[in-house]
């Protein structure tokens, strides 16, 4: 496997995505049914969130939207060639929400045809998960997952202390407590499911995924 990390052009998909997120989940109207998975008080602080607190916070360098990557139950439903689809499954009728993780797969499809290990660094994904990512087709992955409105989740939304960290210290105006508090995220993401842990990954996102993360911060003076 290549062990180059994600390039400027990576960062500058996962900061735009990041901003188009955080936007709709702030907006009353699309963004109600992901806040719910939010606890309270994240909540309330996610819609007090102003357009330069998004900004700040859309540079970190993950995907702060989950498209379920480590759910292999989930997915392998999608995956399966046989599958017709779950009658039983809520319906996203809501155009933005759709649109966003229509925009997100297709992403981390193109990311994992040319580099699994950005794609993972980028969202906590598997190996597993990538490989079978890519094996697809784009147009197979939007006809399996269009119109799923449990596709699309915050990224460990069940998590206060992670959102915390992101709506606390990763807003600051010290653009050096904010990248920590970033950085201190990005370890949660490569490192919360401790059966699915890889050395490999956790040694060399240290030295791959800060100087990557300054090349895409060279323009932030805020």
């Known amino acids: 496997m290549d062990f180059s ?11 735009s995505l990041n901003h188009a997120f955080l936007k709709c989940l702030r907006r009353l109207s699309c963004g ?3 806040r719910q ?3 309270p008080k994240i ?23 989950s498209l379920r990557e480590r759910d292999d139950d989930y997915w392998q439903v999608l995956f399966d060639d046989d599958a017709n689809g779950d009658l039983l499954i809520a319906v996203d009728s809501g155009t933005e929400t759709g649109q966003l993780a229509a925009a997100g797969l297709a992403f981390l499809w193109a990311l994992a045809k040319r580099n699994p ?7 906590g994904a598997t190996l597993n998960w990538c490989e079978q990512l890519a094996e697809r087709t784009m147009l197979q992955l939007l006809q399996k997952s269009a119109g799923r409105r449990d596709l699309l989740q915050p990224r460990f939304a069940g998590n206060k202390q992670f959102w915390s960290k992101l709506l606390g210290p990763g807003l600051s105006s010290e653009r050096d407590v904010r990248i920590a508090a ?14 699915r842990r890889y ?8 030295s791959t995924v800060v100087p990557s993360l300054r090349v895409a911060d060279r323009t932030d003076r805020r």
């Open 5 to 15: 990390g994600p390039e400027a052009v990576d960062f500058a998909n996962v900061q």
């Open 117 to 123: 290990y950005a794609t993972r660094l980028v969202s």
């Open 199 to 206: 050395r490999a990954i956790r040694a060399a996102a240290c």
């Open 32 to 34: 109600r049914h992901l």
């Open 43 to 65: 909540q309330r602080l996610v819609e007090g969130l102003t357009d330069f607190q998004i900004e700040r916070l859309a540079s970190a360098p993950f995907l702060l939207l």
């Open 182 to 195: 970033h950085l201190a995220a990005l370890q949660t993401v490569l490192t919360e499911d401790p059966t």
């Open 37 to 39: 998975q939010l606890a």
